[in-house]
């Protein structure tokens, strides 16, 4: 068998193996593990093993993942999300559909200090949903806003799948934070937009709540000082040069420890709960970034990435055309994967192809920035879309008497607010490119 014989044959191994509800991890491992020893022989394939998991973990750049992880970890057990959803709440929550809003706000703040959706949508599920309720949302709109707002963990910087982008690519992880700030800012308008279209279609779903007077407002304001002042230190260090990404990841670590110190989340074994969660999502990572490496060498022993890149490209389709194929493939995946893995697994494979099209006449690093947004933007879809919106899951779990295909069905808006960000961006790359002449 050729090279792109086995490397098609294993590519099909692997899926298979995920439709088995293999881990994506091991699926990885194992098809390029195979793949290898049948191209190179078993020799060549333990010589390998033996650098690839400290050549892959020793990246220093790779630091920042567990930092991010642990930062947000803090934050949870800090009880930072219930002043961010009370600040949002006290300025709009008397708005017909303003608590849903409070709480689309609450997830973006909450994702400038967190990085990941699932930890957005778990933490902003257990502040807004009692409340929301409390005030007669239903509970099927109630867990879509969150599903959905919990998916600006990682639009909104620090992101730990852009950096792991950044890492696949080679690209400038300051840089890429910098070009997310505008398609999460988009994002969270758009949420918005759509809660005020339902609440004034179906006022029953979205009711006004209570209104505050000016000197509550700014007290719970006030009470937001810790996420704002760690946002600016982290991000505004970054972009500042006063800070590595490592570095400031390292000091919004230790900040955002100190403020869940002083409010007494890190009592009893809260503290441990902190490391805990974040060794579990950290290895769990890891593991998909070292069967990402294995598949991915196997892959170029087989040239595969490198031949389907050239028979896409000999094709004459459109740059448009091909760059709207993969976005197609990407939401197909979204239905059966996690984001970490979508972008772990296509990277290698859509980036050469990509990065090969004359697309708006871009740059190879606008270009390679642009289309990391856009992926960003696809994958955070797949966290809502049936049947494995994870966001979902995490939410419905928290309200067990909501059906599931009714938040699915409450999604549904929100999917076609993410699309039409996502068309707009593709046409108009100026939209996340411009801040980088700032």
């Not at 094709?315 to 091909?322: D, F, G, K, Y």
């Amino acid at each position: 068998m050729t090279g792109i014989e086995w490397g098609s044959l294993m590519f099909g191994v692997l899926l298979l193996l995920l439709a088995l509800r293999v881990h994506i991890g091991i699926a990885m491992l194992l098809s390029g593990s195979v793949g290898y020893m049948f191209v190179a022989g078993i020799d060549p394939l333990m010589n390998y093993f033996k650098t690839v998991a400290y050549a892959r973990f020793s990246v220093y750049d790779l630091s920042v993942v567990p930092l991010f992880l642990l930062m947000g970890q803090f934050a949870t057990h800090g009880g930072l999300s219930k002043a961010l959803f009370q600040a949002g709440n006290a300025f709009i929550g008397h708005w017909r559909g303003g608590m849903a809003m409070a709480g689309v706000t609450a997830c973006a703040g909450f994702g400038a200090i967190c990085g990941s959706s699932l930890a957005t949508a778990a933490t902003m599920g257990q502040v807004a949903l009692p409340q929301m309720k409390a005030h007669g949302y239903s509970g099927r709109f109630a867990t879509a806003v969150i599903a959905a707002g919990g998916t600006l963990g990682i639009l909104i910087p620090p992101s730990v799948p852009l950096v792991i982008y950044a890492i696949l690519t080679e690209q400038n992880i300051a840089k890429l934070f910098l070009a997310a700030f505008v398609p999460g800012i988009i994002a969270a308008i758009g949420y918005m937009v759509v809660i005020a279209i339902v609440a004034r279609v179906s006022p029953t779903d979205a009711p006004a709540g209570d209104r505050y007077s000016w000197p509550q407002r700014l007290q719970a304001l006030l009470d937001t000082w810790p996420v704002l002042l760690i946002f600016l230190v982290v991000i505004g260090g970054i972009y500042g040069g006063f800070f590595t990404p490592t570095e400031a990841a390292s000091i919004g670590t230790v900040a955002t420890a100190f403020v869940a110190w002083r409010s007494g989340g890190l009592k009893g074994r809260g503290f441990l709960e902190c490391m805990y969660g974040t060794a579990a999502a950290t290895g769990m990572i890891f593991l998909i970034l070292l069967g990402a490496d294995v598949l991915n060498v196997f892959l170029a022993l087989t040239q595969m990435n490198v031949e389907l890149a050239k028979w896409v490209i000999g094709l004459n389709m459109s740059p448009i055309l091909v760059l709207f194929l993969i976005i197609f493939i990407y939401l197909v995946l979204g239905c059966i994967m996690d984001s970490l893995s979508m972008i772990l697994l296509t990277i290698p494979i859509f980036f050469p192809i990509i990065m090969g099209l004359d697309l708006w006449g871009l740059d190879p690093e606008s270009k390679a920035i642009w289309f990391g947004m856009i992926v960003l933007m696809v994958v955070e879809i797949g966290l809502i879309t049936p049947p494995v919106g994870m966001n979902v899951f995490i939410i419905n779990s928290m309200a067990k008497d909501v059906p599931m295909k009714e938040t699915f069905k409450y999604v549904m808006p929100f999917l076609a607010s993410d699309l039409l960000r996502i068309c707009a961006i593709v046409f108009f790359p100026s939209i996340v490119l411009f801040v980088l002449k700032i």
